[in-house]
Nanobody, 121 residues
Framework: QVQLVESGGGLVQAGESLRLSCAVSGSIFSINAMGWYRQAPGKQRELVAR???????NYVDSVKGRFTISRDNAKNTVYLQMNSLKPEDTAVYYC???????????????WGQGTQVTVSS
């Protein structure tokens, strides 16, 4: 019943910006860490950014200073603000959330459907 719905992807030119959103719904007790992953054609999926429930963040080195991850706990939503986009940022971006459901003792990772980000030169 837990669902993650992503939005905000698109096609932009190098140097422009996009903001991705991921809204979580369903039977949820709490959401722990949330993050964004990306996968380019022919490459493995990599962690782009991660944010804890309390707001601590981590980023892959290639996006530091350009991307910002944030979350709105009241809306069960995580965002990824992407500035100064480069062609090498082109990938499918996937939202991830570590969720503890009611009447369970362990959290479990859930994934969004993916949204395409294409950056042209």
């Amino acid at each position: 019943q837990v669902q993650l719905v992503e939005s905000g992807g698109g096609l932009v030119q190098a140097g422009e910006s996009l903001r991705l959103s991921c809204a979580v719904s369903g039977s949820i007790f709490s959401i722990n860490a949330m993050g964004w992953y990306r996968q380019a054609p022919g490459k493995q999926r990599e962690l782009v950014a991660r944010i804890t429930r309390g707001g601590s963040t981590n980023y892959v080195d290639s996006v530091k200073g350009r991307f910002t991850i944030s979350r709105d706990n009241a809306k069960n939503t995580v965002y990824l603000q992407m500035n100064s986009l480069k062609p090498e940022d082109t990938a499918v971006y996937y939202c991830n959330a570590d969720i503890l459901q009611y009447y369970t003792s362990s959290s479990y990772p859930y994934w969004g459907q993916g949204t395409q980000v294409t950056v042209s030169s």
